[in-house]
């Protein structure tokens, strides 16, 4: 089977890139900006690179070539008003409640700017807003194009005068980038959600907030971004209540419950090596049963479980709403491996339930202590798999000491209101409160895994190409549409169907 190489994903990004800047030299300032978005996604989907200087000087262009009367505009500050981007209004999605909280904390004036606004999807942050007085939401207005919509969200802040502006930014928000390049005299937060991924987002901001000791290694080494501006607060999860679910009674009764999910491409990978831990751990103890919660591609899990004759053992359940309800029903967390998932393993964590992770030696800068055991020294942690298994055999069969590792994590996580003074402080004095440690990261062993991921059953970076680029990636991608046939064969019965979407399709130029 024809793979990828990084060749190949070179010469993508560069057209792409070079689509956007002729784009630009022809005023079509709507697709170049389309197409950097486009080419920050390509590098995401390989981080092969974490930044991209070239890019951040187009959109700085784009930025006075559309506000070309208004670019660098003295705006004076109005003490106490911030302004909060956010890309992805969502309830429990991103650290939107967590810096929003933050904020309304400080007593401040906020102008709260959602790129997608769907209230179906934001009900406990619209509740949240709506209880404070002195906030403003600014919502998207349909039908406008990157242009108009930088212009009327430009003239919004202005007439705000904010003292600070936060952006929490998708990795390719080009769109957001470009616009907020015309404020460089007021000072800028980017709220850094994918410290393993490429940014876009240097040129327009002055400091990078980063949740863990990896992303400021990154900011560092990758992005070049000074180490008085690199700025580390930790966060917390968001809990909701609701009813529990339940689980199926009748082999859950009298089980010890191990927990684990999360998306399923977090488990394939590394010779299965999650595999082979589940599997060890259910065949050593007898009293165990391990629920799966997770997301996507579940097929290759369901027939590990088939083989081995282990449907008594393994259980898969879809994503729940009830997650905070599943894991106080449950005694311990098992971390995802090869892609580890933080977010799971702070609900155990404030659940008081201890985590279980394995990971490889060289791979420290991906251990999971890093999103939970915030200036502590707790081991969670595995390089070795008859360690791993010695301490689940400790945890499955004595319940006082699983209790008492449990405590020792829920008293390591960051709470709400240490969350919100550090967040203070870091406003007040610009600089950390507690220490980052610069530490040894792998880029080469990154991206090769990514590029793995994209080769295996991972289909979005060819859906993309084909997306964006319709029936004139066949001219542009020639050896992407090749290995993405398998997702055009529905569209391929006939030649004359080729032949007429070409017709139809507008040239990418």
């Not at 700025?231 to 010890?256: M, N």
């Not at 751990?281 to 282990?310: A, P, R, W």
């Not at 040894?440 to 090769?448: E, G, Q, V």
Request: some cysteine; aromatic content about 14%; proline content about 4%.
């Amino acid at each position: 089977m024809t793979k990828l190489t990084k060749s190949d994903i070179l010469r993508v990004y560069q057209k792409i890139k070079q689509l956007a800047v002729k784009s630009y030299g022809k005023e079509d300032y709507n697709n170049s900006i389309k197409y950097i978005s486009i080419a920050a996604r390509v590098a995401v989907y390989f981080n092969w690179i974490y930044s991209d200087e070239e890019l951040e000087c187009l959109t700085n262009k784009l930025s006075k070539s559309i506000l070309t009367d208004h670019w660098g505009k003295n705006i004076p500050g109005t003490k106490g008003r911030y302004v909060f981007y956010d890309f992805r209004a969502v309830d429990n999605v991103c650290l939107t409640q967590q810096y929003l909280r933050a904020l309304i904390a400080t007593d401040a004036e906020i102008l709260y700017i959602p790129e997608v606004w769907n209230p179906a999807k934001a009900q406990s942050i619209i509740s949240e807003l709506s209880a404070y007085p002195k906030i403003t939401i600014i919502k998207p207005t349909p039908g406008l194009n990157y242009t108009e919509k930088i212009k009327q969200l430009f003239k919004e802040i202005c007439n705000f005068a904010p003292e600070k502006i936060f952006l929490q930014l998708a990795p390719w928000s080009a769109f957001a980038v470009t616009l907020f390049n015309a404020f460089p005299g007021i000072t800028k937060y980017y709220i850094d959600l994918n410290d393993h991924s490429f940014n876009l987002g240097t040129s327009c901001t002055d400091y990078t907030i980063e949740f863990r000791h990896r992303g400021c290694t990154v900011a560092m080494e990758k992005r070049q971004i000074p180490e008085n501006k690199i700025l580390y607060l930790p966060y917390y999860p968001i809990i909701s209540q609701r009813e529990f679910a339940g689980f199926p009674k009748s082999v859950t009764k009298d089980k010890v419950i191990l927990l684990s999910g999360g998306s399923f491409y977090k488990i394939y990978g590394d010779n299965d090596t999650y595999f082979k831990i589940v599997k060890r751990l259910v065949q050593e103890n007898s009293n165990l049963l391990i629920i799966y919660v997770g997301i996507g591609y579940d097929t290759k899990f369901k027939q590990f479980i088939k083989d081995n004759k282990l449907n008594d053992r393994i259980i898969i359940l879809n994503f729940r709403k009830d997650i905070n309800e599943v894991f106080q029903h449950c005694d311990i967390y098992l971390a995802t491996y090869p892609f580890g998932g933080g977010l799971m393993c702070q609900y155990a964590a404030v659940n008081g339930k201890p985590v279980l992770a394995y990971n490889r030696p060289e791979k420290k800068s991906d251990f999971i202590e890093s999103v939970i055991c915030d200036q502590t020294d707790i081991k969670i942690t595995y390089t070795n798999l008859d360690e791993l298994a010695a301490e689940a055999k400790k945890l499955i069969h004595d319940e006082n000491y699983r209790y008492q590792k449990g405590l020792l994590l829920k008293n390591a996580i960051l709470t709400p209101e240490q969350f919100n003074k550090r967040f203070q402080s870091l406003l007040i004095a610009g600089h950390n409160e507690f220490p980052y440690s610069k530490i040894d990261i792998d880029y080469d062993a990154f991206f090769d895994k990514y590029l793995e991921r994209q080769n295996g059953r991972s289909k979005t970076f060819k859906t993309l190409i084909l997306s964006k680029f319709k029936w004139w990636a066949l001219f542009l991608f020639p050896k992407i549409v090749y290995v993405s046939l398998p997702l055009l064969i529905p569209f391929l019965k006939s030649p004359k169907i080729i032949l007429r979407k070409l017709k139809e399709s507008t040239i990418v130029d």
